[in-house]
């Protein structure tokens, strides 16, 4: 835990839980306590803590070539690069790496003004996609817009998630693109109605606008697919990946379509550190085993269960539930903050939102059915 000592800047509230190591859905502490992991380190732990293969795959890579940067060709780049296009929608073929969600949707945002040679865009309200200057600009939130215009960056215009008309109406000839997450993670894994994806995909084609799905935190297998565009059948032009992507290591993704790649040269992206050799490795081991293990189809029945799970406890403990596959969100009568201290006190680790009254799930896409059952025995408990 962070003390008045502590040399970082105290920007982060913290759980009182010192993992010093993980296996699966599991953190153990240095006291051997155990503590089933119903957060994933923010959805990140994909495969599950220190997955064998994704360590093997780091260790192996890190001791061939730790690094080199994108001025000189690696194979492994063009491998995942080619990997994460096979997980994709079809239309979407082209791939460029950088290292945090915030900096993938930084690039999306510039590609879409670039190819529109427009500034403005609409988001949709409660959607949360960076703390970059452009990314605070189409995040909602007054604190997060206050950091965009001290930055003088225009605000993206902010339409409702559930007015489908509002936002075909909002999306003109000026607006450079549209950008939402088809599961929003901060307001607790709320899923936008296919209706409202259906209307920007239309409002965009309409207007010659490009629309961006974030997808840092429902991508990678979380939400029912590969893409959360894939389940709800319409795709963007362009979309980006991140937290899960390599299971803990950093790295992102900007997957966009042959038609926008060709507007590109060389020199217009870049990014130091961006499909090092180690992330990638990383990356490709974390595709192979949501493949093999079949995680998302596991995300799927787990998260059902969950839900079902869920409100099987009863109207006066669980009012309602949201989200998709493993990005769940529990609505309760009761401060989600205050439950997730109670649940802390059962050595299991949930997450809040924006909303007050609802609990965030995002454990690793491996959570048995079992934990689960943990899970959903401690909730009965707490809420009892
Ligand atoms: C939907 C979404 N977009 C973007 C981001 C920013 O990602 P990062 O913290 O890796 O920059 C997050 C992080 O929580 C997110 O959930």
Redesign the pocket.
């Known amino acids: 835990m962070l003390t008045s000592s502590s040399a970082l800047l105290p920007v982060y509230a913290q759980l009182p839980v010192h993992p010093v190591r993980g296996s699966g859905s599991w953190l153990h502490d240095a006291d051997g306590q155990a503590w089933l992991d119903a957060y994933g380190g923010?959805?990140v732990a994909a495969t599950g803590h220190c997955h064998p293969r994704v360590v093997a795959a780091i260790r192996e890579q890190a001791e061939a070539l730790l690094f080199y940067s994108t001025a000189l060709p690696h194979p492994i780049r063009e491998q995942l690069a080619s990997a994460i296009v096979a997980h994709c929608p079809p239309a979407l073929r082209k791939v460029f790496l950088v290292n945090?969600?915030?900096?993938a949707?930084e690039n999306a945002l510039h590609l879409a003004r670039k190819v529109t040679g427009r500034q403005r865009f609409v988001s949709i309200e409660g959607g949360?996609?960076?703390?970059t200057a452009a990314?605070l600009a189409v995040t909602d939130g007054e604190k997060y817009m206050a950091g965009a215009r001290r930055a003088g960056m225009p605000l993206s215009l902010k339409v409702p998630w559930n007015d489908p008309a509002t936002l075909l109406s909002a999306v003109d000839d000026t607006i450079a693109g549209v950008i939402l997450?088809p599961v929003?993670?901060?307001t607790g894994a709320r899923d936008l109605p296919v209706e409202l994806l259906r209307a920007a995909r239309t409002a965009c084609d309409r207007a010659g606008a490009m629309l961006i799905f974030?997808e840092?935190?429902?991508g990678v297998g979380r939400c029912g697919a590969f893409t959360a565009a894939e389940s709800y059948g319409v795709t963007p032009d362009l979309l980006?990946l991140?937290?899960g992507l390599a299971s803990g290591l950093?790295i992102?993704a900007v997957v966009t379509t042959d038609a926008i790649a060709a507007l590109i040269k060389s020199g217009d992206l870049g990014s130091t550190f961006g499909g090092g050799p180690v992330p990638c490795a990383a990356a490709l081991a974390t595709l192979a085993v949501i493949d093999d293990e079949k995680l998302i189809e596991n995300a799927v029945t787990v998260g059902n269960h969950l839900r079902e799970g869920a409100l099987a406890l009863g109207p006066k403990k669980i009012v309602s539930t949201q989200g998709r596959g493993l990005l769940l969100g529990l609505r309760l009568h009761r401060p989600a903050v205050e439950v997730q201290t109670a649940l802390l006190r059962h050595q299991i680790i949930t997450g809040t939102s924006s909303d007050p009254q609802v609990l965030r799930l995002m454990p690793p896409l491996s959570f048995s059915i079992s934990e689960a059952e943990l899970l959903l025995l401690a909730l009965a408990q707490v809420l009892s």
């Open positions: 923010h959805a945090s969600g915030a900096e949707n949360w996609h960076g703390r990314t997450e929003q993670g901060l974030d840092v935190q429902c980006t991140a937290k950093p992102s």
